[in-house]
């Protein structure tokens, strides 16, 4: 629906579900794409494997906790029409150090992800297509990621974000449908707690809760992909008009709670994707999960057994459509943060779809070279960079609670009670950013 008023024309969001699915829904599913990668096929299986169900009850503490990281982001974009590290140049303090904060964490431990989940994607394309060695697949892969990315509109990737979508509904049918864990184990788990004083649940419960569904520094993510689509507060800005201009709140209302719509489908899709994961695990996995193997391999050889050689094709074609997923939202998203954000902290004007192409050949041949020459990253890296990513997504968490009640209007401000969520989830992900990098540093757990 369309409003004109003189030579201000706005575009109001489709009312119905079916308008909503062909115009707005998007921007967050590559978000859950971007998250799901090692906290679904990696994490997810162990929890199951060893714990059962109750993994859930954990998994959902997580994502309840950290929730209100995005939601405020989101709230953020359409609220003001700009991406909340637009905002951060605000932050109290010297100028622009939240943006060169961010600005590393993506171009350094954001390239650190690219080159190890590109190298998880190439050992399941490995079970894909024998013959070549995980190295020669990782550099297809990532050589491949880059070709698309550079070349491709923000409205192709998220149409091919849509197919990755299809393929990872295989591993809910598996894990709800097909193969559920047996009365006996759900009995048995759903409501036993475990040793919460044991260092292998510790350090367990200190990398789901560090990194799923994913850190929140990928709340800059999504604003740039949702600012892709020039909607709610940003097409006011498109137009030079004020979003602080009370004649346009109710447009901006119905725009941000298409937005929160959008965000909670994708948001609800993660969670059930790796509730559904922790569902197979505990049904072919539990009590005792192989150690030092491929757990989604090790499922899918299981299944096979059970159900035949689809099952097997199922879960490693969903396995590899998670990773391989996570590869191209991060090259896209980690890019056109950078390219948002170089303009910002330099101060002047730049040709960010410029720049976009060049971070992403940038950090394609940053996560080849050291591949081709040593195999892989060093272990010891990849570990500092998950450990640091864990605490600073506190950072994000923060400093979106701060852009938010600093520049929205009124009406688009938190209520008390969201405050008070706000306020105690804070704390918790202040801990779980602590946990996460303890444990990826080997001081909790074992």
Same mark, same amino acid.
């Not at 509730?275 to 009590?287: K, N, R």
């Not at 969903?318 to 303009?343: C, E, H, K, Q, W």
């Not at 996560?367 to 020459?373: M, R, T, Y």
């Given at each position: 629906m369309s409003s004109t008023d003189g030579s201000v024309s706005l575009e109001y969001p489709a009312e119905d579900w079916g308008g909503f699915f062909r115009e707005h829904l998007g921007p967050s599913l590559l978000w859950a794409l971007l998250g799901i990668g090692g906290s679904h096929i990696v994490l997810a299986p162990t929890l199951g494997g060893l714990y059962g169900l109750f993994g859930v009850w954990i998994v959902a503490v997580v994502y309840l906790a950290k929730y209100g990281g995005w939601e405020l982001g989101i709230r953020y974009n359409y609220g003001i029409g700009r991406n909340p590290v637009e905002g951060y140049g605000d932050l109290p303090g010297p100028a622009h150090w939240g943006q060169w904060l961010t600005l590393l964490v993506y171009l350094v431990g954001w390239t650190v992800i690219l080159a190890a989940v590109g190298f998880s994607s190439a050992t399941f394309a490995g079970a894909l297509v024998p013959g070549l060695s995980p190295i020669q697949l990782y550099v297809l892969l990532i050589g491949f990621a880059m070709a698309l990315t550079l070349v491709s509109r923000y409205s192709w990737l998220e149409t091919l974000m849509k197919v990755f979508v299809l393929a990872l509904a295989g591993l809910i049918v598996l894990g709800v449908f097909v193969s559920p864990p047996s009365p006996e184990v759900v009995g048995e788990t759903v409501f036993k707690v475990p040793d919460v004083t044991a260092p292998g649940f510790l350090g367990l419960f200190a990398a789901i809760a560090g990194y799923a569904p994913t850190g929140l520094s990928t709340t800059v993510t999504i604003g740039s992909w949702s600012l892709a689509k020039k909607q709610g507060a940003r097409a006011l800005r498109e137009q030079d008009l004020d979003p602080h201009d009370e004649q346009y709140h109710d447009y901006i209302r119905r725009w941000m709670a298409v937005g929160k719509r959008d965000f909670r489908l =994708? @948001?609800? @899709?993660?969670? !059930?994707?790796?509730?559904?994961?922790?569902?197979? =695990?505990?049904?072919?996995? %539990? #009590?005792?999960? #192989?150690? $030092?193997?491929?757990?989604?391999? =090790?499922?899918?050889? *299981?299944?096979? $057994?059970?159900?035949?050689?689809?099952?097997? %094709?199922?879960?490693?074609?969903?396995?590899?459509?998670?990773? %391989?997923? /996570?590869?191209?939202?991060?090259?896209?998203?980690?890019? &056109? !943060?950078?390219? $948002?954000?170089?303009?910002?902290? +330099?101060? &002047?004007?730049? $040709?960010?779809?410029?720049?976009?192409?060049?971070?992403? *050949?940038?950090?394609?041949?940053?996560?080849?070279? #050291?591949? +081709?020459?040593?195999?892989?990253?060093?272990? /010891?890296?990849?570990? @500092?960079?998950?450990?640091?990513?864990?605490i600073l997504q506190v950072f994000f968490y923060v400093a979106n609670y701060y852009i938010v009640r600093e520049h929205l209007p009124a009406p688009f401000q938190p209520s008390t009670g969201q405050q008070v969520y706000y306020a105690i989830t804070i704390v918790l992900v202040i801990g779980f950013g602590i946990m996460g990098a303890m444990g990826r540093l080997g001081l909790v757990g074992g």
């Open positions: =994708a @948001f609800g @899709f993660s969670f !059930v994707l790796l509730v559904s994961m922790i569902f197979l =695990a505990s049904s072919v996995l %539990y #009590p005792t999960p #192989p150690q $030092d193997q491929n757990l989604a391999l =090790a499922i899918g050889n *299981l299944l096979r $057994d059970s159900f035949g050689t689809w099952s097997f %094709y199922a879960v490693v074609v969903g396995a590899f459509a998670a990773l %391989y997923s /996570t590869v191209i939202t991060v090259m896209d998203g980690a890019a &056109r !943060v950078n390219a $948002d954000i170089l303009p910002l902290v +330099l101060e &002047r004007e730049m $040709d960010t779809d410029r720049l976009r192409r060049g971070f992403i *050949l940038l950090m394609g041949a940053a996560s080849i070279l #050291p591949i +081709l020459a040593i195999g892989q990253l060093p272990v /010891t890296l990849i570990i @500092f960079s998950a450990a640091l990513m864990a």
